[in-house]
């Protein structure tokens, strides 16, 4: 019996080590690449290498965002769960309560879940980290999980936008120029041990990531402070839902600055909402009211369709036309061109824009940006609303005049106003100055883009004067600098509420620009639903006006006309010390007066330009349709076409100045 037993024991050995043996050898042999397959991605692995994202600068080589190198620390759970004997919960616990300063139960807590892998710490800072460098327990990892930091926190947010949770570009630069900020990812190939630690990284095997270009940006950090804090302080005064600001080259076409109020911190961008995030500069169309009214007068002047100096009747303030009155702030009984600008009045503009047809009217327009991109790339841009002269009713052209039945973005408006003054070129804006490699090198450089030309040098130089009319003398006298000579338009639209215009809701806009002769900054104010007053002279222009006297008192040599700049147009006529009878005497004696340019056009003979002042001698040439070139600044001394000569199409006239002293004035 025992010798059965034994037998049968002795069987079951053998069997069981024949199906060992069998075991072993379809391990080892016949299932061998398979086995080491697996045990190689157990402890083998490859990890990406995320890239460092490029850095945005401003003109001035300020850094306007950056990157924190930070580490976020995660639990596997099972890991943690198979070592329990070594107690890895209670050794991190314990140790993450030292270093953070939280609870020990509050890291023990997080790790009783369902969860395969728990985050205790996210974006901890290189110093923390340091902490725990040393530190080692079963389950314990730790994943980059670099910050992108805003240093200034709200300024610039609508330019800039900001990275999501996966450090993708969101809005603003940081989406537009995605791609060249975020890098190229690089991959490793790791080992690690039964614990999940790394022990060995195959450097040969390693494809090191690539750092995303640096951005430099058109943006000038101390502009966009003044804009930012001057829109805040103007909205609080004014009231108002929100307010719009750009800075811009008018010669370039470059943003200076842009900023929407109100506005969010990239930082902590989840903790806004989309209205703030929205950049209403570009995604955000109203009618522009008065301030349109300098793009149709430049077109009839381009068109030699109106004369500064001939006067309209512009009906005391209230004009049927087809069946719908016009109206004016002022009850005039006339008002000449210039004046229908000074005083912004609807009547005279729309009597005016009957004399161009609805093509040419409309290719004027068009021509300006509107109904169209501006290609500034922002994210969520509109174009507009411009109807084709197809679809146009009868009054459709009289309300365009004023700035009614059309739609703009303010960034529209500003590029249009820039190729008012700049000498009638239309140029794309831009925020991007150049794209630099991490060595210094120069990948790309961005100069300006002409688009077109819009009106001609000579119409651009008129409207440069007109709009500082409007400021000397008009409904933009509050924005008036002492130091420097600014020009631009006031404007003001009601607001459609509901499918009709409201008669409490209005947009309250100026666009200004200094200084007249050489314009080198060109500003748009724009006030949604202001409570203290409502009219663009009243709110936006003084707004304006606290920006331009900032930024102009900061740098006041950098808007100091050169007397030497042959492109120089001075004007002090009206500047010059009124409380001294002497000076008057003098200046009166020697000031002339024109005759009536209807009467000069009438005789067709070239007038005396000698001894006035520039401004008014080239006023007259550009009435009478004659070209012009002017050297030095003052007043004009001599003129290469003679007075009394015949006049003919295509003559250019060439005007010498120079400033003339009388008993110690300086008389222009």
């Not at 900061?554 to 009206?574: C, H």
Request: hydrophobic share 35%; net charge positive; glycine share 6%.
């Amino acid at each position: 019996m025992n010798n059965g037993r034994v037998l049968l024991i002795s069987v079951f050995v053998v069997l069981f080590f024949f199906v060992l043996v069998f075991k072993l050898f379809n391990v080892q042999i016949l299932e061998h690449e398979e086995y080491t397959y697996k045990a190689q991605r157990q402890q083998m692995s490859t990890e990406k290498i995320r890239p460092e994202r490029g850095l945005i600068f401003d003109r001035n080589n300020l850094l306007l965002v950056y990157n924190k190198n930070d580490v976020s620390f995660y639990v596997d759970i099972r890991m943690a769960e198979k070592n329990r004997k070594y107690k890895p919960k209670e050794k991190i616990a314990e140790k993450f309560s030292e270093v953070f300063g939280k609870s020990k139960s509050h890291y023990l807590n997080l790790m009783q879940t369902s969860k395969k892998h728990i985050c205790l710490e996210e974006k901890v800072s290189s110093e923390k980290t340091l902490l725990l460098k040393n530190f080692r327990v079963a389950g314990l990892y730790a994943v980059d999980d670099p910050t992108r930091v805003y240093p200034y926190n709200n300024l610039t947010s609508h330019i800039l936008g900001y990275v999501n949770t996966e450090y993708a570009g969101t809005n603003g630069i940081e989406r537009v120029y995605d791609k060249l900020l975020k890098g190229e990812e690089g991959i490793r190939l790791v080992e690690k041990n039964a614990l999940g630690e790394t022990i060995i990284v195959a450097e040969k095997d390693t494809k090191p990531a690539l750092p995303g270009d640096n951005l430099y940006l058109t943006i000038n950090k101390s502009y966009q402070s003044v804009l930012e804090e001057e829109l805040d302080s103007g909205l609080n005064y004014y009231g108002g839902t929100s307010a719009v600001g750009i800075i811009m080259d008018p010669n370039t076409g470059e943003i200076l600055a842009l900023a929407n109020k109100k506005d969010f911190d990239p930082n902590l961008y989840w903790q806004s909402n989309d209205e703030n995030r929205r950049n209403r500069s570009v995604t955000d169309t109203y009618e522009p009211g008065s301030t349109f009214k300098s793009i149709t007068i430049a077109s009839l002047l381009d068109q030699n369709l109106c004369r500064l100096d001939e006067t309209l009747n512009v009906e005391n303030g209230r004009f049927k036309f087809k069946n719908v009155y016009i109206r004016d702030t002022h009850n005039r009984d006339r008002l000449s061109v210039k004046d229908i600008i000074v005083e912004s009045s609807n009547i005279g503009i729309s009597k005016l824009v009957q004399r161009i047809d609805n093509e040419t009217y409309y290719k004027y327009v068009r021509g300006f940006g509107f109904g169209n991109y501006t290609a500034s790339k922002l994210p969520g841009e509109a174009n507009g609303t411009l109807k084709k002269p197809n679809d146009w009713t009868s009054l459709t052209k009289t309300f365009i005049s004023f700035g009614y039945e059309i739609s703009v973005t303010p960034l529209q408006l500003i590029s249009a106003y820039s190729a008012l003054i700049n000498g009638g070129i239309l140029y794309e804006p831009s925020l991007v100055k150049k794209q630099i490699k991490r060595n210094g090198i120069v990948v790309n450089e961005f100069p300006p883009i002409q688009i077109r030309r819009v009106i001609s040098k000579e119409t651009s130089a008129v409207l440069r004067e007109l709009l500082a009319s409007v400021v000397e003398d008009g409904t933009g006298k509050n924005a008036k600098i002492e130091s420097v000579r600014v020009g631009g338009k006031t404007g003001t639209s009601q607001k459609l509420v509901d499918g009709s215009y409201s008669k409490a809701e209005y947009n309250s806009s100026f666009v200004g620009f200094f200084p007249v002769e050489n314009p080198k900054v060109v500003c748009l104010i724009l006030v949604n639903s202001p409570t203290v007053g409502r009219y663009g002279g009243a709110v936006a222009a003084p707004i304006f006006k606290q920006i331009a006297q900032r930024i102009i008192d900061a740098d006041i040599n950098k808007f100091r006309i050169d007397d030497n700049n042959e492109s120089y147009i001075k004007y002090a006529v009206n500047d010059v010390d009124d409380q001294s009878e002497i000076k008057k005497k003098h200046i009166n004696n020697f000031v002339k007066s024109f005759e009536p340019a209807k009467s000069i056009i009438q005789k067709k003979v070239m007038p005396d330009l000698k001894n006035h002042s520039l401004r008014d001698g080239i006023v007259l040439l550009t009435q009478l349709g004659i070209k012009y070139e002017v050297k030095g600044s003052g007043r004009i001394v001599s003129q290469s076409i003679e007075p009394g000569a015949t006049l003919k199409n295509g003559l250019k006239c060439r005007l010498e100045c120079e400033e003339i002293t009388v008993n110690g004035t300086t008389v222009y």
